[in-house]
């Protein structure tokens, strides 16, 4: 059964710090992964999305990485800032060749920034 | 939350009562889903349509009925069979279903007393 796991599952660190989010999966085959930022009470929105050849992909402060031998990838938050304050979902897609229950979720991480 | 709405954001309902969710996107996008999210575990889908007059059920469909007459909307009724229906309910859209981004819209919270 495809999974994806978090970790941790929750995470508090001082504003201004760097910290990184664990994702490891066992999606096969796999098409891409994506990572999205879930606010208290709101809708997720999308980070990143990484193919197999992808290693790296940045947005801003995010930076997401990506390791498909291992099956491993990470989301770093350089800088943070009170806004950070989220749920950090990463979602896994395989290529069964289409249809939602193709998309494998994890739990997320829960990161509080403290000031 | 981009072009995808939904209705109301807060949802309080007696035991053994029908309710129904809503969700327009302006997106035109094809693929509509509804997705469940319960305290400490990952999105679990419900229902999903990938064209107008087509849904198909998710992993926890029971007790849960959908239609989607217009592209525009896919609105998600939540019946006195479900069980356990308190939680955080989200709709997202995508141009298709080949796995093109999902947008997600800002979610309905239910809460049966």
């Known amino acids: 059964k495809n999974q994806v796991e978090q970790s941790p599952q929750s995470l508090i660190i001082l504003e201004g710090k760097n910290c990184t989010l664990q994702?490891?999966?066992?999606?096969?085959?796999?098409?891409?992964l994506r990572w999205y930022k879930q606010d208290t009470g709101r809708g997720p929105v999308s980070l990143t999305i990484?193919?197999?050849?992808?290693n790296t992909k940045s947005n801003g402060r995010y930076t997401a990485t990506l390791d498909a031998d291992t099956k491993q990838s990470s989301l770093h938050i350089t800088a943070s800032q009170l806004s950070d304050s989220a749920s950090y979902i990463c979602?896994?897609?395989?290529?069964?060749?289409?249809?939602?229950?193709?998309?494998?979720f994890g739990k997320g991480t829960h990161l509080i920034i403290q000031p | 939350d981009g072009g995808i709405t939904q209705s109301p954001k807060y949802l309080f309902r007696k035991e053994g009562q029908n309710v129904t969710l809503s969700c327009e996107q302006n997106?035109?996008?094809?693929?509509m889903y509804w997705y469940r999210q319960d305290p400490g575990q990952g999105l679990r889908l419900i229902y999903y349509?990938?064209?107008?007059?087509?849904?198909q059920k998710g992993d926890i469909a029971e007790g849960y009925s959908v239609s989607r007459e217009k592209k525009e909307s896919f609105p998600l009724t939540v019946t006195s069979a479900q069980k356990n229906p308190t939680a955080f309910y989200l709709c997202?859209?995508?141009?298709?279903?080949?796995?093109?981004?999902?947008?997600f819209g800002p979610g309905t919270r239910l809460t049966v007393l």
């Open positions: 349509s990938q064209i107008v007059n087509d849904f």
């Open positions: 997106l035109n996008h094809d693929a």
């Open positions: 994702c490891n999966y066992t999606v096969s085959p796999f098409s891409n």
């Open positions: 990484m193919t197999f050849s992808e």
């Open positions: 997202a859209s995508s141009l298709d279903q080949s796995y093109n981004e999902q947008f």
């Open positions: 979602v896994v897609s395989d290529n069964s060749g289409g249809g939602a229950d193709g998309l494998t």
